[in-house]
């Protein structure tokens, strides 16, 4: 049972353009979400989060918006650079709980 | 500030033998998660330590695999006997449980073929 999915495996976006990349989830027990990125042969390393009690979250180019009634999250990423072509995973967590739920990905290609 | 450091990076061994895998949190973080990424699962936990005490293993497949975590700054995850379906890269994870939500910090991952 996947219980945070991100239905597009890939996404490919003229650099300068806006990238949004989304996910959605089923547990409502979930209350704080994250975002990762990922380049090949490392680690994911942590870009954004936000708690259920937001609905959005900004940081630089990076912005995550939360639709809890929707259970949706979406990362939007502006301008998009060439440097932002990785693998892009959401992760999900309940209160009260360390672990992690991970989606499968989305691998980001940013065109030149 | 140092990462997560794993190690090995990859690791080529025959089925049936015992593999071990290796991981030094970043100082200072007090939870360390143990994850394996394969194409059909995608990114899963196996087992997390907080304080160095096992407190999730629900992940771990199989009686076959064992993680220990004998102080804060290393823990290791084996894998005996080895199968090709144990084929993946693992990847550990330290956070440092606080006050407010701390993300998990990855290191690269070790490569893990049976053969």
């Known amino acids: 049972d996947q219980q945070v999915k991100q239905n597009s495996p890939s996404l490919s976006v003229q650099e300068g353009r806006i990238s949004i990349l989304n996910c959605d989830y089923t547990n409502s027990m979930f209350d704080y979400f994250l975002w990762y990125k990922k380049y090949p042969a490392e680690g994911p390393t942590f870009l954004i989060s936000?708690?259920?009690?937001?609905d959005k979250n900004e940081d630089g180019r990076f912005t995550v918006f939360l639709n809890k009634s929707a259970k949706h999250l979406s990362l939007h990423i502006v301008p998009s650079q060439p440097g932002d072509s990785a693998v892009y995973f959401c992760?999900?967590?309940?209160?009260?709980?360390?672990?992690?739920?991970f989606g499968t990905g989305t691998r980001l290609t940013i065109i030149p | 500030d140092a990462g997560v450091i794993q190690s090995p990076r990859h690791e080529v061994t025959e089925m049936g033998q015992e593999v071990t895998l290796r991981c030094k949190p970043i100082s200072g973080h007090n939870s360390l998660f143990w994850y394996r990424q394969t194409m059909m699962r995608g990114l899963e936990l196996l087992i997390y330590f907080n304080n160095n005490v096992p407190i999730d293993d629900s992940g771990m497949p199989e009686d076959r695999f064992s993680a220990k975590m004998p102080n804060a700054s290393f823990s290791t995850l084996k894998i005996q006997p080895s199968e090709p379906r144990d084929s993946a890269v693992y990847f550990c994870?330290?956070?440092?449980?606080?006050?407010?939500?701390?993300?998990?910090?990855f290191g690269d991952g070790t490569r893990l073929s049976i053969l």
């Open positions: 994870a330290s956070s440092r449980q606080g006050i407010g939500v701390q993300p998990q910090h």
């Open positions: 936000i708690s259920s009690i937001k």
């Open positions: 992760a999900a967590k309940d209160f009260g709980n360390e672990k992690l739920t």
